[in-house]
């Protein structure tokens, strides 16, 4: 069983709508979860961060992590064009430590 | 502020060959980390250095080794290829000071063709 699992889609979706992105994981220990975004030939760009449990938003996104079923979500309001891209959740145990990523899910919004 | 930067952007090389990858941190960044991310997967962490030391593996074979310098650049070495090491090699650079959270940040990654 993977450390993280994360659909890999492709996801498509149009202009305005609500996008849910979601990972789930084994390992309790892992405390802080992040979503990076990564453009094609591009590395990744940290979107949001979330320590322990609980919700926490970004203007258009947010993110929410439940500890007690080993699941967290990416929530993307109003999407955009420019928000087409790879979507990768990644956690660790403790800060500065190795990260373990999902797949990946690839997303395009169309205009 | 500079942000992380990767040399070469694109390498060939063929099986049985050693390669050397290299990266500039982040100014003021200390802890350097290299992610393999094979195509369609998500980055699979390798190795971390911090202050010219390993600090920590992941499930890599010894083929794969590192340097990190005093400046906290760093060195990816893979020896013997294998087909399976093409992949986009990622390095990560980050704070690692007290028990605050530390961003990674990411270059923009070595693609690495082995044929």
Same mark, same amino acid.
């Given at each position: 069983?993977?450390e993280?699992?994360?659909?890999?889609?492709?996801?498509?979706?149009?202009? @305005?709508?609500i996008?849910?992105?979601?990972? #789930? *994981?084994?390992?309790?220990?892992?405390? *802080?979860?992040?979503w990076? =975004?990564?453009?094609?030939?591009?590395?990744?760009?940290?979107?949001?961060? #979330?320590?322990?449990?609980?919700?926490?938003?970004?203007? =258009?996104?947010?993110?929410?992590?439940?500890?007690?079923s080993?699941?967290?979500?990416?929530?993307? =309001?109003?999407?955009q064009?420019?928000?087409?891209?790879?979507?990768?959740?990644?956690?660790?145990? *403790?800060?500065?430590?190795?990260?373990?990523? @999902? #797949?990946? #899910?690839?997303?395009?919004v169309?205009? | 502020?500079?942000?992380?930067?990767?040399?070469?952007?694109?390498?060939?090389k063929t099986?049985?060959?050693?390669?050397?990858? %290299?990266?500039?941190?982040?100014?003021?960044h200390?802890?350097?980390?290299?992610?393999?991310?094979?195509?369609?997967?998500?980055?699979?962490?390798?190795?971390?250095?911090? %202050?010219?030391?390993?600090?920590?593996?992941?499930?890599?074979?010894? %083929?794969?080794?590192?340097?990190?310098?005093?400046?906290?650049?760093?060195? !990816?070495?893979?020896?013997? !290829?294998?087909?399976?090491?093409?992949a986009?090699?990622?390095?990560?650079?980050?704070?690692? %000071?007290?028990?605050?959270?530390?961003?990674?940040?990411?270059g923009?990654?070595?693609?690495?063709?082995v !044929?």
């Amino acid at each position: 069983q993977k450390e993280v699992e994360q659909d890999p889609g492709p996801l498509s979706v149009p202009e @305005g709508a609500i996008v849910s992105l979601n990972c #789930t *994981y084994s390992n309790s220990a892992f405390q *802080y979860f992040m979503w990076y =975004r990564q453009y094609s030939r591009k590395g990744p760009e940290l979107l949001m961060y #979330t320590y322990s449990s609980g919700n926490k938003e970004d203007g =258009r996104f947010t993110a929410q992590v439940d500890k007690s079923s080993k699941y967290i979500s990416l929530f993307i =309001r109003d999407s955009q064009p420019s928000d087409s891209a790879t979507y990768l959740c990644a956690m660790s145990w *403790y800060t500065g430590n190795q990260f373990y990523f @999902g #797949t990946g #899910t690839s997303l395009t919004v169309i205009p | 502020e500079t942000g992380v930067t990767q040399s070469p952007t694109h390498l060939i090389k063929t099986r049985g060959q050693q390669v050397t990858l %290299r990266c500039s941190s982040q100014s003021g960044h200390n802890t350097v980390s290299w992610y393999q991310q094979a195509l369609g997967q998500g980055p699979q962490f390798i190795f971390q250095y911090y %202050r010219e030391e390993e600090n920590g593996r992941g499930n890599f074979p010894p %083929r794969f080794s590192g340097l990190q310098f005093p400046n906290y650049s760093s060195e !990816l070495n893979v020896n013997a !290829l294998e087909l399976d090491d093409s992949a986009l090699y990622l390095c990560a650079s980050s704070s690692y %000071r007290d028990s605050s959270y530390n961003e990674q940040f990411f270059g923009p990654g070595t693609r690495l063709t082995v !044929l």
